[in-house]
């Protein structure tokens, strides 16, 4: 299981190479109506975010002078292999978790005390899932989180230094006794190792959800899962960058 990761194999379902994240795209201002939207592309995997601005804060931060930002996260049906219902009876312990994940995440990116009293809700809708679901919803929420940021700017300028540095996350995987980056639904229903990494553009960590799903693994493993994750978020973050230097806005 100590296998180094920079050389190709064969046996990864799209012959990436074992430290290669799949193709990303961000295509922004995906729909009209939120201060944010962004739909992003990680293989087959196509993620919705959008974010909403409401000028207002929970009850429980009335008075505070400090904002907020929530996260909702939802697998629409058949977004999978076989139809997945709608929660309308509760959420189910996954999606509870991932919401959170993703609201710590997107936090880690916000100066709430810069943006008042006012709350960013950021919807992440998997439209189609092959793995790195919310992985993908951060990468995506940060952009969608800049572009409303960047929107209310236009009439309050000061608003654009609640934008804090660009965060990201991507998965890594021991499958087959390799560590893989990036793993597709095949690779990740196979892992010996699953883990989600969220990360600040300098390094520093915000979540590491690592688990074994057989045998325990080694220090040695998840120092080079670190390593070749860490890695992938500097590629994500180069992505992000780049999308919103090159943006548009609609009008």
């Not at 409401?54 to 009335?62: K, S």
């Not at 810069?114 to 679901?133: F, H, S, Y």
């Amino acid at each position: 299981m100590e296998n180094q990761t920079h050389q190709p194999h064969d046996s990864r379902p799209d012959g990436r190479q074992n430290d290669q994240a799949r193709p990303v795209s961000f295509t922004l201002d995906y729909v009209a109506y939120p201060e944010g939207s962004v739909l992003i592309e990680m293989g087959r995997t196509r993620v919705l975010c959008n974010v909403s601005v409401r000028e207002d804060v929970p009850n429980w931060m009335e008075g505070k002078g400090t904002g907020w930002l929530t996260a909702s996260y939802a697998l629409l049906p058949r977004s999978t292999r076989t139809r997945s219902p709608r929660e309308t009876d509760g959420l189910r312990g996954r999606t509870q978790e991932i919401r959170r994940l993703i609201g710590r995440s997107l936090r880690a990116s916000v100066d709430l005390q810069m943006l008042g009293e006012r709350m960013l809700i950021v919807d992440c809708d998997v439209l189609q899932a092959d793995g790195g679901t919310r992985t993908a919803s951060v990468t995506g929420g940060y952009v969608a989180v800049a572009l409303a940021l960047h929107r209310l700017a236009a009439d309050q300028p000061a608003l654009l230094d609640a934008l804090g540095m660009p965060v990201a996350a991507i998965s890594v995987g021991v499958v087959d006794g390799d560590v893989r980056l990036d793993l597709c639904y095949a690779e990740d229903r196979d892992a010996a190792v699953d883990l989600n990494l969220a990360m600040t553009e300098d390094g520093r960590f915000i979540e590491v959800q690592g688990t074994a799903e057989g045998p325990p693994f080694s220090r040695r493993i998840m120092n080079r899962m670190l390593d070749v994750g860490q890695q992938g978020i500097h590629d994500l973050v180069r992505r992000q960058r780049e999308a919103l230097a090159n943006h548009e806005p609609a009008m």
